[in-house]
């Protein structure tokens, strides 16, 4: 177990998924963990974190966070996101301009504003996904993939201009997880689709399973634990496989 006693987490999209997962095994390992996310009933479940309720497509809430934050930030974790899987040429500038805001505007924000709440020894860890290299028949994901390819750089972009200062920034790039939100996207496909889906499991996944939220916080905790301390600016696939081929 990691020990993260008397550190400060901060998680954006902490109320479910890869996100929530991340929260309850930082608070754990005995770190203080305030989340950001949009659902006030959601966020009132969660009585044993500090919490915030922003809605990150909206870039004026995005730009009040820093009056809400009153202590050092040790770890920040830009988790949040969107994604719809549409067609290209169906693709509508409102969803083209949510994907934007939600997944590369607000991590670029957010980070900005955290940084002076930052010193010697912080580390940023982004949530990208293998979207941002890789495709996958059936699954048409021009925003989504032009997002977190744009919070890839980003990442290497911020280890290069925050080394100096010794704060780390690092991504981790999952494969396909059962998370609400995955199950939110399947369920959008038809009975020939899902069905086509969970026969190529085992073609697009040589461990022969998708991931769960608990292999992606663990390498999280990892990332952002002392034992990590001369890594930055990496993309870290975790996905079964996937990207082998």
């Known amino acids: 177990m990691h020990n993260f006693k008397n550190k400060h987490v901060l998680i954006t999209g902490g109320t479910s998924g890869i996100g929530l997962t991340i929260a309850q095994n930082f608070y754990q390992a005995g770190a203080h963990v305030t989340i950001i996310g949009r659902s006030k009933s959601k966020l009132a479940k969660l009585d044993k974190f500090t ?41 509508s500038a409102k969803q083209l301009n949510d994907h934007i805001a939600v997944n590369l505007a607000a991590p670029f924000l957010i980070t900005q504003q955290v940084l002076p709440f930052m010193s010697k020894g912080s580390s940023i860890l982004n949530i990208s996904s293998y979207f941002s290299n890789r495709m996958l028949n059936n699954r048409p994901s021009s925003m989504y993939s032009l997002t977190k390819g744009g919070l890839d750089s980003l990442t290497k972009a911020l280890a290069f201009e925050l080394g100096p200062k010794q704060i780390r920034v690092n991504a ?74």
């Open 51 to 91: 919490t915030l309720c922003i809605d990150l497509s909206e870039q004026q809430s995005v730009l009040q966070l820093k009056h809400h934050l009153t202590q050092p930030i040790d770890h920040l974790i830009n988790n949040a996101a969107i994604a719809e899987f549409t067609e290209f040429s169906s693709c």
């Open 172 to 245: 981790i790039a999952p494969g396909t997880v059962n998370t609400p939100l995955f199950i939110s996207n399947i369920e959008k496909l038809n009975t020939e689709q899902k069905q086509t889906f969970n026969e190529k499991i085992s073609q697009l996944y040589p461990l022969n399973r998708i991931g769960n939220t608990e292999d992606i916080a663990n390498l999280a905790l990892f990332i952002s634990s002392p034992m990590a301390s001369w890594m930055t600016g990496s993309i870290v696939n975790i996905d079964g496989g996937l990207t082998t081929h």
